[in-house]
């Protein structure tokens, strides 16, 4: 199964701040790379596919990259709706595998 | 706007069986693979089975494989996931998810229900 190593666990950032979150693919998935959020108490939300292509109503302050296998979300001034846990999730090869999650809260 | 409703958690006992089911409406729901995807509390995602828009292939898991079948009723817009032999380590919250890619499977998950709650103890 290929791993997808997530960091950080957890980071604490204000309103307007710019946030980074980054997954390694353990072994190639050709950009096959997908960033959930997941609100407490709510279903994961879809949010980019294909490591960059925001899904349908997607604020464009969500943005994400690629380089070889590292993968990074980045939220270009995070709002108080973003404040949730962000996973990343291959889906190059089955099993598909997730992140272990970032949880972004308040400073 | 897709929409999946799951039903059939509950509390059961080691070695116990359960059925669980997730009825979608506001899409075509026989030309999308489906999935279902597990949270134990607390932790993280772990997809566990992916079915077919017309019902085959299917895989699984390996933690899952030989314990639980995933199934689809396509006349009733409806997903299902038989679990037997069910450990205390299958305890979760069980969430249906249909396939963004039309009549085959990319795995991007772009629509999920609420989720059940599967509790296994004795």
């Known amino acids: 199964d290929i791993q997808m190593t997530q960091t950080p666990s957890s980071v604490s950032a204000s309103v307007g701040d710019r946030v980074t979150i980054t997954c390694r693919a353990s072994q190639r998935i050709a950009d096959w790379l997908a960033w959930y959020q997941q609100k407490p108490g709510k279903a994961p939300k879809f949010l980019i596919y294909?490591?960059?292509r925001l899904h349908g109503g997607v604020p464009s302050r969500f943005s994400g990259s690629a380089s070889g296998t590292e993968y990074t979300l980045t939220i270009s001034s995070l709002q108080p709706e973003d404040f949730a846990t962000y996973f990343c999730q291959q889906a190059y090869s089955l099993p598909p595998t997730f992140g272990q999650g970032t949880k972004v809260d308040i400073k | 706007q897709a929409q999946l409703v799951e039903s059939g958690g509950g509390v059961v006992q080691p070695g116990r069986s359960l059925r669980l089911s997730c009825a979608a409406s506001g899409f075509t729901f026989e030309n999308y693979a489906m999935h279902w995807v597990r949270q134990a509390p607390g932790k993280g995602l772990e997809w566990v089975a992916l079915i077919a828009y017309d019902g085959s292939p299917k895989y699984y898991a390996d933690s899952v494989k030989g314990r639980f079948t995933i199934s689809r009723d396509n006349s009733k817009n409806t997903l299902y996931l038989r679990m037997n032999s069910l450990r205390p380590e299958d305890t979760a919250l069980y969430y249906c998810a249909k396939d963004q890619a039309v009549t085959t499977a990319g795995n991007y998950l772009d629509s999920w229900g609420q989720g059940t709650v599967v509790t296994v103890s004795s």
């Open positions: 294909a490591a960059s």
